[in-house]
């Protein structure tokens, strides 16, 4: 799956005053999460169960046969020394016919079991496949490949062929011209299942909501368990993509009761994933760890290595998320393990790129860009081309990190060029959302406002809650670098209003924290603090480290400028503890960076420039040439002043 992680960078500008962002839409992680479960002809639990009886049937027949030949051996000596009667050899010849027919029943078993089995592996391949989407979901299509008609045959092959080449519109119309053609009411629950694929992977929820609404009223009256699961399922992704976390549970919760309750277990685990998926979201990570262990034993049981992966995956990325990155490192070197051993590119680039991701985080972006440039060649080599975007932008990240704008600005904007190709609308404002921030950074901010508004359109169209937030949030940081506070804030309540409507305690937090540094600039610091301690509280209660780290940074400004040195201080070298314990390398430099400046100001200057230099070497293996700049401008004023 493609999700979108709000980070928020270091809190400060050396020398320049309190730097506070949120990054909306960024960085891209791409990750597999079986939220969802591809079912295939032959995967039902009724199927499953008759190849079990077949073969147990065939080993049966087996040990009968080899009974028979050994008496038979034994008829035959007899025979020659001439001591059975006439009776007795009719009842051989009737023993010899009935072992024709067993002969014959068992290759007829035999036959079946091949055919069935022929049948199951073609399955197998087709979800490696299907599986290579932004975010899996469930297909329905049972019936559709053993269509009598080879003309319908070859309409659906086409179509699941063209959705797999990202070319969703040409495939909703294939799918569409087999829907006018009377299908079974199975049938045609099938084809609404792809038809709401292809509209949710083009980005419009709306039809996407209405294709699979109607595949669950089909389901249900065709009386088909698992299409119903797999509807209610689909319906869920969409209210969690739309940030209606709430509905989307309820729609899982109803889709798991139902795996349930017919065994199936490979369902029930990638609606556990789900599950873990939205707690995420709304900030419960220890609630989120437990569904997605649930899933991973699951997958383990039953064999399913693909499952198996993606789940240490997901583990990997909420254990990033509690600031916990060598364990998150752990679990995603396993998955990558894993991914490579079944073949499973898709995987592999995924897993490639959260490793990234972690790099970045840790402050190592050589190590970063490696891990993104293998997993963007591997999405290119199977034509992924909704990866290869994920995979730039990612890259971009890392350049824009590093200070190099103009590289960043070049990644960023082939992303985007890729995206709008695909008709991919989520990832287009997640792209213009990058190019927002880098105009951002290079002093435009009339130019970052126009990428950002049109962000926020887009997302508002496709009823992305959590990216309209998320966009109302940045639109606010750029009014407020530009000196229009009143603006700002409007902008960031309204991003509060939908973050709290929402339940991302995430977004909520960050939202608080900005609009506590509005406060700051406006001259009203208690205020201020009381929306930094709010954030600061949340950031706590879901164990997001990070956001904490960053918040107590906050704060401390909000102290320097009161004039309480020491407390500022106390605030400063809490964040630092923790910046250094999860391995947040660029926070480790920024508050190396703010604690030079306090002694800096306390008449220290032999500590602050020892706290200086420090910051300094971070920031020169970093690569961030902007933070190098503002540290040796710090650095030179002590000098200058001795």
Do not use: C
Not at 253 to 281: F, M, T, W
């Amino acid at each position: 799956m493609v999700i979108n992680r709000e980070k928020v960078p270091g809190n400060f500008f050396l020398g320049g005053g309190p730097h506070f962002q949120i990054v909306g839409m960024n960085p891209r992680v791409q990750i597999i999460t079986i939220e969802s479960v591809l079912l295939k002809v032959g995967l039902f639990e009724d199927d499953e169960q008759r190849i079990i009886v077949w073969n147990e049937t065939i080993l049966k027949n087996i040990h009968f046969l080899l009974k028979i030949s050994k008496n038979l051996l034994f008829i035959i000596s007899m025979i020659q020394l001439k001591m059975l009667d006439q009776a007795t050899l009719y009842l051989i010849i009737a023993i010899l016919i009935s072992l024709l027919i067993a002969l014959w029943i068992f290759f007829i078993q035999w036959w079946l079991g091949k055919r069935n089995a022929k049948n199951l592996d073609d399955i197998g391949q087709k979800v490696d496949t299907l599986l290579q989407r932004p975010t899996p979901i469930y297909v329905f299509t049972d019936g559709l490949r053993n269509l009598p008609d080879i003309h319908k045959r070859q309409i659906f092959e086409q179509a699941t062929k063209l959705s797999e080449e990202n070319r969703h519109g040409e495939a909703i119309e294939q799918f569409r011209i087999l829907l006018s053609q009377n299908p079974t009411d199975e049938q045609k629950s099938a084809l609404l299942s792809h038809i709401g694929n292809a509209f949710y992977l083009k980005g419009d929820y709306d039809e996407s909501l209405g294709a699979h609404r109607e595949a669950l009223r089909t389901a249900e009256r065709a009386g088909v368990l698992i299409a119903r699961s797999v509807a209610l399922g689909n319906i869920g992704l969409i209210y969690k993509d739309k940030g209606e976390s709430d509905t989307a549970l309820k729609y899982f919760e109803e889709s798991l009761k139902i795996a349930r309750e017919i065994g199936y277990r490979i369902g029930e685990a990638s609606i556990l994933g789900n599950i873990g998926v939205i707690y995420r979201g709304k900030g419960e990570l220890d609630t989120a760890l437990k569904y997605h262990q649930d899933a991973l034993k699951i997958h383990r049981e039953i064999g399913y290595k693909l499952g198996e992966a993606s789940g240490l995956g997901n583990i990997g990325i909420i254990y990033q998320d509690k600031g916990e990155p060598d364990t998150a490192l752990k679990y995603l070197e396993d998955a990558l393990k894993i991914d490579r051993e079944i073949g499973y590119k898709l995987g592999e680039a995924n897993q490639l790129g959260n490793i990234g991701l972690i790099y970045k985080d840790k402050g190592e972006p050589d190590t970063a860009l490696k891990y993104h440039e293998d997993a963007l060649k591997i999405h290119r080599e199977i034509g992924y081309k909704l990866g290869e975007a994920s995979g730039l932008g990612n890259i971009g990240l890392i350049y824009q990190e590093k200070g190099e704008l103009d590289i960043a600005l070049k990644y960023h904007e082939d992303a985007l060029k890729i995206d709008r190709e695909i008709g991919y609308k989520l990832g287009e404002a997640s792209g213009l959302g990058n190019i927002g921030l880098i105009y951002k950074d290079k002093g435009e901010p009339d130019t970052a406002l126009k990428y950002h508004e049109d962000a926020l359109k887009i997302d508002r169209e496709i009823g992305y809650k959590l990216g309209e937030a998320s966009g109302l949030g940045n639109i606010g940081i750029i009014y407020r670098g530009k000196g229009e506070p009143d603006t700002a804030l409007k902008y960031l309540e309204d991003a509060l209003k939908i973050d709290r409507d929402i339940g991302y305690k995430l977004g909520e937090a960050n939202q608080l924290g900005n609009i506590g540094l509005i406060y700051k600039d406006t001259g009203e610091p208690d205020t201020a603090l009381k929306y930094l301690e709010d954030a600061l509280k949340i950031h706590r209660e879901i164990g997001y480290k990070l956001g904490e780290a960053n918040q107590l940074g906050n704060i401390g400004l909000i102290y320097r400028g009161k004039g309480e040195p020491d407390t500022a201080l106390k605030y400063h070298e809490d964040a630092l503890k923790i910046h250094r314990e999860i391995g947040y390398r660029l926070g480790e430099g920024s508050q190396l960076g703010n604690i030079g400046l306090i002694y800096q100001e306390k008449g220290e200057p032999d500590t602050a420039l020892k706290y200086f230099e420090e910051a300094l070497i971070i920031f020169k293996k970093m690569g961030a040439a902007i933070l190098v700049i503002q540290i040796m401008e710090n650095i030179q004023k002590i000098k200058k002043g001795r």
